[in-house]
């Protein structure tokens, strides 16, 4: 299995470079690291375009890989980051895990992997109970063809978020934290400084508390959204997105629902480039 460690933010709330932060003693991406080697055979640091590499112990430093953002500029973001890393895994599984989440306990990611192989499903994310989804933590069967799944039009709006995808996937398993750990903060992000005292967990309670498959109407729906939009047929892409966005919502996963509703309110706008998801 190979890893990758999303390490190119800009760090804007948190008023500096959070992954330089220490936390019990040792910088937040040194304990990102320290949790992820052990379980992959190969770990990738994808860092901002720039190239610079976050700080690490240089005996650590030795056995992992710097991978640059390739998809550089004001539209670029998580998606770009992780297809990029990808694109330089010719196949097999893949774990991927943002640099700012020093709480990770190792545990928990081996059972998220151990859930979606178990599973038969192509991509596994850990959920909050009250069915927000860690859109940055990602198992992902298989690297092969991934990227063709994602928008890949700079222009777009779409390819931006890590949550496409576990929308455009064709089974996307859902994992509750509750399955995963007993200490929710594990999964607390390192957002603002307050966080280094008081890491914040997002809610600890809603319906969310078994691992379920998502798959058929929902990537129906989606896989329609974007080749209406790519034909130019706006108000169909637009009818479409918001039937995913319904299903989401009644499947109480409110930031997919979000996401694919963000995409409705622009699909008639969007001036078609290279085209929609070819996988």
């Not at 220490?22 to 690291?33: D, E, W």
């Not at 700012?100 to 859930?115: G, K, N, S, T, Y």
């Not at 859109?135 to 063809?145: F, M």
């Not at 809610?203 to 929902?218: A, Y």
Request: aromatic share 6%.
């Amino acid at each position: 299995m190979t890893g990758v460690i999303l390490a190119g933010g800009r760090s804007q709330r948190f008023g500096s470079d959070k992954l330089r932060a220490r936390v019990a003693g040792r910088t937040a991406i040194s304990r990102v690291v320290g949790r992820v080697r052990p379980l992959v055979r190969r770990l990738m640091i994808s860092t901002a375009s720039d190239g610079a590499c976050p700080p690490l112990p240089r005996n650590v430093a030795a056995t992992v890989e710097f991978v640059p953002d390739r998809n550089v500029g004001r539209r670029a973001g998580p998606a770009a980051a992780i297809a990029g890393a990808l694109s330089r895994v010719p196949n097999g599984p893949v774990l991927v895990v943002p640099g700012d989440m020093p709480w990770i306990e190792r545990a928990a990611l081996r059972r998220l992997v151990a859930e979606g192989t178990a599973s038969g499903a192509d991509v596994a994310v850990p959920c909050w109970p009250s069915g927000e989804t860690e859109n940055l933590v990602q198992w992902h069967r298989d690297a092969g063809g991934i990227g063709r799944l994602v928008p890949r039009d700079a222009r777009s709006w779409a390819g931006r978020r890590a949550s496409e995808f576990l929308r455009a996937l064709p089974r996307t398993r859902v994992v509750p934290l509750s399955t995963l750990t007993h200490r929710p903060i594990s999964f607390a992000h390192l957002t603002f400084r307050s966080d280094l005292h008081r890491p914040r967990a997002r809610g600890t309670r809603g319906p969310w508390t078994r691992p379920r498959t998502i798959e058929g109407e929902p990537k129906q729906w989606y896989r329609r959204a974007h080749l209406s939009r790519a034909a130019g047929r706006g108000t169909e892409s637009e009818r479409a997105f918001l039937r995913e966005a319904a299903w989401y919502d009644n499947a109480v996963l409110p930031l997919l629902a979000d996401h694919a509703r963000s995409d409705a309110t622009r699909a008639t706008s969007y001036r078609p480039g290279r085209g929609p998801p070819s996988g």
